[in-house]
């Protein structure tokens, strides 16, 4: 595709597993190594395939989680009997809960300013008034790269056999996504990702429409939001990033030389 895209404000190889743990239901002092690793690999197989620059971090944990897996398959040592034998994913565990507990105290704080940010020092417009309104009536949460790549599988998995290995011209690009995604935005307040990946024709420009919306989170062009984990994603423009248009480029006089 010649796209290398760089996801710097994207998460790691530990929130992975925390999101896969929590997608699963699995209590984290107990977790089901094999299915987890399965799982784990399908991710970075997608990661691999969309060309994202933060692979290499995932591989190292993904053969962290092959060697517990590799060690819990290992029958006992009789030797060693006598001593209680340490759980081979203790480790990770405490990890993960440290991590976890450290993500929900940054949550909390992003929170606590977002809402600090929600007062104003004076009385909006009435435009101004009726958006804020309209906005409290529903709560959303921000999705994150899995989240994506999730519903970017989902999508993979139903596109016909015959369309996936029909050998097309390349008539897209990740610029040219990037450019019909924002016009669809000056249309319409919000966009189901899931109808997104339906107007693709075929499997690459599937991908590639993924690209464009993951460069505009990026560029914090666009939000990717959930009213609930896990359920549909929809995207709409970052108004916090839009620039308002300038009066004196606006009221139709000639620009100054």
Do not use: W
Request: hydrophobic content about 40%; glycine content about 2%; overall charge negative.
């Amino acid at each position: 595709m010649g796209y290398k895209l760089r996801l710097d404000i994207f998460e790691g190889p530990l929130d992975l597993l925390l999101f896969l743990i929590k997608k699963n239901d699995i209590d984290i002092t107990d977790i089901p190594i094999a299915k987890i690793t399965e799982q784990y690999m399908e991710y970075i197989e997608m990661m691999k395939m969309l060309d994202l620059d933060m692979v290499g971090d995932f591989l190292v944990m993904a053969a962290t989680l092959m060697q517990i897996k590799s060690k819990m398959l290992l029958p006992p040592d009789p030797t060693e009997a006598e001593q209680e034998e340490e759980d081979p994913r203790d480790d990770l565990v405490r990890r993960l809960q440290e991590y976890k507990k450290f993500k929900e105290i940054a949550d909390e704080l992003k929170e606590k300013e977002l809402r600090q940010r929600d007062f104003f020092a004076r009385v909006p417009d009435e435009e101004t008034k009726s958006q804020l309104i309209e906005d409290a009536k529903e709560v959303f949460f921000e999705a994150s790269l899995f989240d994506l790549i999730n519903a970017l599988s989902d999508a993979l998995r139903k596109v016909p056999e015959e369309v996936i290995h029909k050998i097309t011209v390349e008539e897209f690009t990740v610029e040219q996504k990037i450019h019909d995604v924002l016009h669809c935005l000056l249309q319409e307040t919000r966009i189901s990702l899931r109808d997104l990946f339906r107007r693709a024709r075929t499997k690459e420009e599937m991908v590639v429409t993924f690209l464009a919306i993951l460069e505009l989170v990026r560029l914090k062009e666009i939000k990717a939001v959930q009213k609930r984990l896990f359920e549909d994603i929809e995207i709409l423009r970052n108004t916090d990033n839009m620039v308002p248009p300038d009066p004196q480029k606006t009221d139709g006089s000639p620009a100054k030389e």
